[in-house]
């Protein structure tokens, strides 16, 4: 069957290939074209549902080369269905530049939603849900990667964050210093496959399970933070937590407790312990 001239985005599984909605199928076996982010990774897809639409490759190598000619069809009264690889199109993913050329040439742009990622992992995660922030993949070095995640310490909202297989531990270490170890946070890997894991914990337990474990440093991740205490200590608060912690212990681990103790950020903790020692930055303790 047919369907009417737009620009349709279309959510595919992420894994399940039972969670293709029918609307979804009927929108791939009718459109003129299918633009797919790899065309041999869709084709499992396409074999499994019987679809026989025409495919060409919109990737981020690509998208700017083939917008034209895919504006172009659509102009022609074609139907074009845009899929990313897995999920729902353009979250963290190519193709919002060809949406925005259909929009400006008076294209209507139709959503067929399903599966995404993100979604699936904060509806099982245990973490607060009514308000949330996604941020995509954080840099891949140690220093921009804490740049990001120092923006985001006082945040309140559950943090969502893709991450790839090969950073997982590095990232876990660095949400951990940056964030807190007693922060708690979820680990959702593999969602709807065969090996799907859910893991909630602090962020030093995740890092430590997930460093113990080489089969949790595998496969497609989602990472969420729950979002900094909304009722944040004030300095004097977290002087009266610091005061009796230096008393008796040495000054990091004074430190390290009272971040588990009050879940404030570790740089500002240390410099009010500094404060607390009558000590400059640098100074030894």
């Known amino acids: 069957m047919s369907i009417a001239a737009a620009l ?54 690509n998208e700017a080369q083939v917008l034209d000619g895919l504006i ?30 259909a929009q400006r040439a008076g294209i209507r742009v139709i959503p067929v939603p399903g599966p995404s990622a993100l979604i ?30 120092e923006r985001l310490a006082h945040e309140p909202r559950t943090l969502i964050f893709y991450e790839s297989p090969h950073r997982i531990t590095e990232s876990l270490r660095d949400m951990a210093a940056v964030f807190g170890d007693g922060r708690r946070a979820v680990l959702a890997r593999e969602l709807t496959k ?40 004030d300095a004097s608060g977290l002087m009266a937590i610091l005061e009796p912690l230096i008393d008796t212990l040495p000054l990091k681990q004074a430190v390290a407790l009272a971040v588990k103790i009050s879940g404030v ?3 500002r903790v240390y ?3 500094l404060k ?7 100074s030894q303790d």
């Open 8 to 61: 349709y985005i279309v959510a595919t599984p992420i894994g399940n290939l039972a969670d293709l909605s029918p609307r979804a199928v009927d929108v791939l076996r009718g459109a003129d074209v299918i633009a797919a982010e790899d065309t041999r990774h869709s084709r499992v897809l396409f074999n499994q549902y019987a679809i026989h639409t025409h495919c060409i490759a919109l990737h981020e190598h």
């Open 72 to 101: 172009e069809r659509l102009r022609t009264r074609e139907s074009v269905v845009l899929i990313s690889d897995a999920g729902t199109p353009l979250i963290s993913d190519p193709g919002y530049r060809l949406v925005q050329a």
């Open 120 to 149: 699936a992992a904060l509806s099982v995660s245990g973490l607060p849900s009514d308000r949330f922030i996604f941020e995509g993949f954080l840099p891949a070095k140690s220093v921009a990667r804490r740049q990001v995640l």
């Open 194 to 233: 065969l090996y799907e894991t859910v893991l909630n914990d602090t962020l030093q337990g995740l890092y430590e399970r997930v460093q113990a474990d080489a089969n949790q440093q595998k496969g497609e991740m989602v990472l969420l933070v729950h979002g900094a205490e909304t009722q944040a200590i």
């Open 265 to 267: 950020n570790k740089n």
């Open 271 to 273: 410099e009010t312990a």
């Open 276 to 282: 607390i020692k009558g000590l400059r930055p640098g």
